[in-house]
């Protein structure tokens, strides 16, 4: 299993957003990053992790643990007229984007983005590996969302969960 940083603005799609939507899952929208979109397609599996990151907000971080629910399929923003995400260029036949939908992990959805920080914190100070070991270059463009394949990332999510089963603080 592999484990993806998604990140996310916290007023278009937040952890709360994810953990009230009917299943506990959303369609990971907007992405027009042909990198990430390439992870997407050819790498993201059902069920890899997924640790959902806030960007652009007060606190940025680890805001919970979710799941890739489905395999890529076409992002309808792209052909819709009226979306920040519009891309005139894709058709319906050539779809040029494409998105998964992420399903909140039952076991970590009551998680506090502060902890998550603590052990962010934890492992980029540890002089291990580098948080993120491919990351999505914007390009220029404006992303809503963005997708990255860590390998440090199993370590944040087992140390995580230990993190709660323990009580214990880092």
Known sequence: MRYWLMKSE??????????????????????????ARNFMRDAMQIGD?????????PEPGIAGLAEVASTAYPDPTQFDS?????????????????LVDVVLDS??????????????????????????????????????????????AEFLAVLWRSCDRTRATL
């Open 107 to 152: 076991a970590d959805s009551a998680r506090g983005l502060a902890r998550a920080r603590r052990v962010e914190r934890h492992a980029r100070t540890g002089k291990r590996q580098p948080l993120v070991d491919h990351a999505c270059d914007r390009s220029g463009v404006a992303l809503h969302h963005e997708a990255a394949c860590l390998n440090s």
């Open 49 to 57: 992790g997924v640790l959902f990151y806030h960007s652009s907000c």
């Open 82 to 98: 009226k979306s920040p995400y519009y891309d005139p260029k894709s058709s319906q036949e050539t779809p040029r984007w494409l």
């Open 10 to 35: 916290p007023d278009e799609a937040s952890i709360d957003h994810l953990a009230n939507a009917p299943h506990r899952t959303l369609p990971w929208t907007g992405v027009r990053n042909y990198q």
